[in-house]
């Protein structure tokens, strides 16, 4: 399903003023694509990455995915609690793996969180963890992995639960150049094979060459809502 961002607006308090994050935000991401979000630090990428999650309310505005309003003002953290677990898969900045468990074992959890038996899903976490190229590592802990590897048992875990939505924060930050255009790849085929609307940020418009459309953000605001270029 597709993801639509309508009128998104963050405002915080900053004193006795307020601080405008995301300044009215119309964005539509089909599904099975990936749109990446670029600017400078400070522009607003991760604060709408946030509410697009559910992670910060609007605080006018609302996100939708396929035809159901499911973020808004008025949205309970219980309510965006839930739509994150059924709906919402997140790849952040650092892979947040836990030290105790295998690569496996993670996606086993994370669908275990979802209300799924982890012997149920094992077939397909391990589907995933062969298409992200580590299903030869899936008994590992993740201090046995590299950093592209534990990375790439991130992006397996996101999508394990099946997400209509995927929401991808800086994936390649901490990759050498050659292996941050592999895990975008990697991401942008996984999108389309699994039909998630994916929405990445990014600061290196270099690797991103297999996206299907990026947008600019500057000041809070997008410089072109319909997108800017296409791969």
């Known amino acids: 399903m ?3 961002l309508e009128h998104v607006t963050l405002v915080y308090p900053d004193g006795e003023s307020t601080l405008t994050a995301v300044d009215d ?5 089909p599904a099975g694509t990936t749109t990446a979000l670029l600017g400078p630090s400070g522009a607003g990428k991760s604060s709408l990455l ?3 999650a ?3 309310r609007p605080s006018r505005g609302t996100v939708t995915i396929g035809d159901d309003v499911v973020l808004t003002p008025d949205t309970s953290v219980a309510q965006a609690t839930r739509v994150r677990l059924e709906r919402i898969g ?5 892979p947040q793996l836990l030290g105790s468990l295998t690569a496996l ?5 994370h669908a275990h969180l979802r209300g799924r038996r982890p012997a149920a899903v094992r077939a397909w976490a391990m589907e995933l963890l062969d298409a992200v190229g580590v299903a030869d590592h899936a008994g590992k802990r993740p201090a046995q992995l590299s950093g592209g590897q534990r990375q790439r048992v991130a992006i397996a875990r996101a999508l394990v639960g099946r997400p209509e939505v995927l929401l991808v924060d800086e994936p390649t930050s901490a990759l050498d150049h050659e292996r941050g255009t592999q895990v975008v790849e990697l991401i942008t085929d996984l999108a389309r094979e699994t039909s998630a ?3 990445l940020v990014s600061h290196d418009a270099s690797t991103l060459a297999t996206v299907d459309a990026t947008v600019r953000m500057l000041d809070a605001r997008l410089e072109d ?3 800017l270029a296409r791969a």
Do not use: C, K, W
Request: aromatic share 4%; hydrophobic share 55%.
């Open 2 to 4: 597709d993801l639509h």
């Open 197 to 199: 609307a994916t929405l």
């Open 54 to 56: 559910g992670l910060t």
């Open 25 to 29: 935000v119309d964005l539509t991401v």
């Open 105 to 109: 074992e993670q996606l086993e959890l």
């Open 90 to 94: 997140m790849v952040f900045q650092s």
């Open 225 to 227: 809502p319909a997108a």
């Open 50 to 52: 946030a509410v697009a």
